[in-house]
């Protein structure tokens, strides 16, 4: 019993990171509904970055944030401009571009292969750090401190961005664009400025999450892929474009993943959070948080 | 017997009532106008008709039959045509590939549904652009590739969304001999149109939806010199209170 | 020019051509001309792979050309839904899978010829399809390439961790491997590479020719409309989502097909050489390069990919890793942007440009 209840402790708090890894991706879904393949990717690169930030510098894991979020902004910003814009403007009538899923997908192989190709395949673990293995001890029960320094942060990390879009200004011009494109920019939005921003904002909050997952995750090429389709179970559980959504649909999966091998062996949980990922989208395709849509 | 028949037809969308106990019919070979203000729910009765959704409340009968919430390619196949005031080819297509879309509905050889097409693009004088691609047409031939479309697949009654907005003025002219010639080939048609000239020199009667609900119906004389349809377009001060 | 006209236009009644007249002939027998240098390039190219054992021996070549044709046949096979129906299926590993390991276990347990499992793995591979296609391809955008992704990795999951599905044996991520015992046609199984490059050539040719008959049918028109604008298909008596789930079926028939092909050709599977992710994007790769929706994009896709893919793996496999996969994605990012119909548009007008000349250069050489 009481290994249950840690157990659901634990996966609560790698489950609000999972959320906060998936909160970029629902983010830019909100804003141009588009689907972004490359989420993964961007993880990644941000674990990257926030590896390099932590070795080179020798500070504490989470000072990384100072480097990585503005860098990964910027990232984002021009990935936005640069590759997917002209994807928008060839195909300004088209509300949901599959195009855009292709091109990202292409961002993902280019850059996944890229850094495989630069850094090599070995995974790549922060030497030590002030967060390393450590435990908290409760009674009986252990809970990790770098999970649950990552599940504050993610808590926060939602909650400020769910601030940002509904009160204050570039926030809400953010949002008025995506409810409308041509209304918006009727209205003096430049919209592919705005998206350019809101993908660079979906960036910059993954890099929170990379540096959260830095300091007890390995850092290796592939990582994206785990956390890509994690990511897209996630929202797509939590409703596309939900930004609490993103973290209860994190959570949800994170308690699975770590209750579930106390009944059966670790992978078979893999299995059930696909089929739990099928059964919401037969039934109930807008997610538990998301807003009915034209499906 | 009437071909379309719309009985207390309400349509609510949440707590908006988009169309009110609207009733109207259509008998066999007339020209029925549908006009109104903006928003006044001429194009959620349209698509009513057209089994885009089914109304809230009342039934619309076509032909004897109540086709109440019946999809469109259903609909379609018993013969209700419609258009789109937003045209829609498909773009990457030629004409002759979109109106033999339509005449798919009729029959399943790719053959008879071209020779078919041909017909219908020669009927509207407009098979000598057979060959080019939709998304290269002016905006007047769009309109006229959405009637060819529809007729292609034989229908008994044709619903037509606004096929004249943004067309000039003697596009104007020759879409409404268009529509007159339909209607000698026996085509039951329902019009939505904004321009009045249009409208009035094209239907036999008229009925005027104003808020969802039907303030006027008649002929197109008797209707303009209504007084709750001035005061619809023009605004209450200018009526008798 | 004879004053015999080539098809009875009525000019004959005419005492002299107008210049119209004189300009539709031409047209016409231009038209004549270049339909007869296409039919005749394409005899070539026939006469061409059906000799191209002969000229080619090196068995790995023929291996690197046999995959060429395995994927231009799976990329055909996913053109079907993918390039028709215009939804983006991002999952079609598990019907190779599907088809790749009911041959295979039916063989093994049962003695049963692949040429007949091969079948049996169609129709589960249909009967899979439906179960994710029926509730998704109503759905728009992305949430279909969502679903099949979840559902190809939620099966590759399943077959990893069991080692027996009820009596089949699956051997969990092992995989199976087939003893090459009963060498012959009658078990699918063969010493040389040439029986292979036979069977998957005339595989090829059949689904070819099958696209070209579904694109030219009421089903492909239905399914081009549906694709490009839903409503107004709809309306035109289009049951869009019914045109959807057949291309589907057919589409998994097909790709279920070539499961078997690889089975008998590698002589083992495991969960990660069949229902791997990766294969799922590079079969969608090949044809957005190629061309979606297009008869010839798959096969020009595979053309122009594969050997780049193969190459690179042989000669940078060691130091550059992925390079393969690089280069897939920036000619992916770029075809996207610049070519966004794939690449058999331009090519097509290269290629309509040279039969022109050509043509013109015989009309005007029967002149003389």
Known sequence: MIYLIEDTINGILMGSIYGLTALGLTIIFGVLKVVNFAHGTLLMVSMYAAYWTVSLSGLHPYLALVIVVPVMYVFGYYLQDIVIKPIFKAEKDVREPSTVIIVTTGVWYVLDNLTLMVFGPQYRSLPDNPLQGKMIELGEMFISVPKLWGAITAVATAYAVYYFFQKTRTGRAIRACSLDRDAASLSGINQYKIYNMAFGLGTAVTGIAAVTLVPFYNTFPSVGVLFDIKGFIIVVLGGLGSIPGAIIGGIIVGIIESVGPQFMTATWTEAIVYGLFLLVLFVKPSGLFGVKYDW | ?241 | MTGKPITGTGDNNTPYETDDAFLDRSALARQVVKDTINKVLLGAVLILVLALPAVITSPTWLHIIVLIFFYAYLTTSWNMVGGFAGVLPLGHAVFLGIGAYTSTVLSLQYGISPWLGMFVGGILAVAAGMVIGLPTLKMRGAYFALATIAFAEGVRVMVENIEYLGPFKLNGPRGLQIPPLNIGWGDFMFSSKVPYYYIILVMLLIILFLTWAVSRSKLGYYLTAGGEEPEAAQALGVNVSRAKVIAMALSCFFTALAGTFYAQFSLFIHPKSTISLDISFEIAFIALIGGRGSIAGPVLGALLLRPVSDLSRIYFGDILPGMHLVIYGVVLILVMIYQPRGLQEPLTRIYDRVVNRMAAGFIKGGDK
């Open chain 2, 1 to 241: 017997m009437n071909l379309l028949e719309l009985k207390d037809v309400t349509k609510q969308f949440g707590g908006l009532t988009a169309v009110d106990r609207l009733s109207l019919s259509m008998g066999k070979g007339e020209i029925l106008g549908v006009i109104g203000p903006n928003g006044a729910g001429k194009s959620t009765a349209f698509n009513c008709i057209a089994g885009v959704f089914p109304p809230t409340k009342g039934e619309v009968v076509f032909d004897g039959q109540v086709i109440n919430g019946q999809k469109p390619w259903d609909l379609c196949k018993k013969g209700i045509a419609r258009t789109f005031q937003i045209v829609k080819p498909f773009a990457s297509k030629s004409v002759l590939y979109n109106v033999t879309v339509g005449a798919f509905a009729t029959t399943s050889g790719r053959a008879e549904a071209e020779a078919k097409a041909i017909e219908v693009l020669k009927l509207l004088n407009f098979d000598d652009k057979k060959d080019t691609k939709s998304s290269d047409l002016t905006i007047a031939d769009r309109k006229r590739l959405e009637i060819a479309r529809a007729l292609a697949t034989e229908p008994r009654l044709l619903l037509l969304d606004e096929v004249m907005a943004g067309l000039r003025p003697a596009e104007v002219d020759e879409m409404v001999e268009i529509i007159r010639f339909l209607r000698e080939q026996g085509i039951t048609i329902l019009v939505i149109e904004h321009i009045m000239r249009a409208i009035m020199a094209l239907s036999d009667r008229i009925v005027v939806i104003h808020f969802g609900k039907k303030i006027a119906e008649g002929t197109p004389e008797k209707v303009a010199s209504d007084e709750n349809v001035i005061k619809a377009y023009l605004g209450d001060e200018y009526g008798v209170s």
